[in-house]
């Protein structure tokens, strides 16, 4: 079966750089979240998109935005890279009507030098 | 706002022998429940999830949890442990209404020694 597809799988900026992570849902899904987890850390929210429009919005920092696409996948843009932005980044996707569960990509590492 | 609690930074079990990972969950109104499994520099993977019905819900690989209303608690359990069952175990929360992005607990690292 389709799962979510992310890209890169792994990246390296400088600070002060910026970074765009792409998302590719499980086909016929509508809702796509955005996760980060720091090293020893839980999954943190950042942002979701319903319908190709911002749904909720979690600890997202200013420096980073999203969009979902006409075709449903989704970028994060990052943008002033700190080194506390390195962190392994997480794309999920589900069915709005659905009973809940999120289907995870297998998540793109950023590295801050 | 919902969270997650996951007592344990760590479980030690041997193999072949009962593992117990805790969870307890604060949210409004009615929750649902879930237990993902994450492996070094891999994804979450949906384990079980708990929405309504029977509180023993089974799930995924021989794991189960029950859900505990009164005691606000959805404890992962499989009654016996492999040595690949060794991984990060995160339950997460979310509630019938409102933010439908789940909220995880910090986690705990299951250890089956053979």
């Known amino acids: 079966a389709a799962g979510v597809i992310q890209s890169p799988r792994h990246l390296i900026k400088e600070k002060r750089e910026t970074a765009t992570l792409k998302c590719y849902p499980i086909?016929?899904?509508?809702?796509v979240y955005w996760y980060q987890q720091g090293p020893g850390q839980d999954p943190q929210f950042l942002i979701s998109?319903?319908?190709?429009?911002?749904?909720d919005k979690g600890s997202i920092p200013d420096r980073f935005s999203a969009q979902q696409f006409s075709d449903y996948h989704s970028e994060l843009n990052m943008s002033s890279l700190e080194l506390g932005d390195s962190a392994l980044y997480f794309c999920?996707?589900?069915?709005?009507?659905?009973?809940?569960?999120?289907?995870f990509g297998e998540g793109s590492r950023l590295t801050v030098l | 706002a919902q969270s997650v609690a996951q007592p344990e930074d760590q479980v030690n079990v041997a193999e072949g022998n009962p593992l117990t990972v805790k969870c307890t969950y604060s949210?409004?109104?009615?929750?649902?429940l879930f237990w993902y499994v994450q492996y070094p520099n891999r994804g979450l993977q949906f384990l079980l999830k708990?929405?309504?019905?029977?509180?023993l819900v089974k799930g995924s690989y021989g794991f189960e949890a029950e859900f505990n209303k009164s005691q606000t608690s959805f404890h992962l359990k499989k009654p016996s442990a492999l040595v690949s069952d060794s991984a990060l175990y995160f339950c997460?929360?979310?509630?019938?209404?409102?933010?439908?992005?789940?909220?995880f607990g910090s986690g705990t690292r299951l250890q089956v020694q053979p």
């Open positions: 086909p016929r899904h509508d809702t």
């Open positions: 997460a929360v979310r509630g019938y209404t409102g933010r439908r992005a789940l909220t």
């Open positions: 999920a996707s589900s069915l709005q009507g659905a009973t809940g569960e999120l289907f």
């Open positions: 998109f319903y319908e190709k429009m911002q749904s």
């Open positions: 708990y929405i309504t019905g029977d509180n």
């Open positions: 949210v409004s109104g009615n929750p649902y």
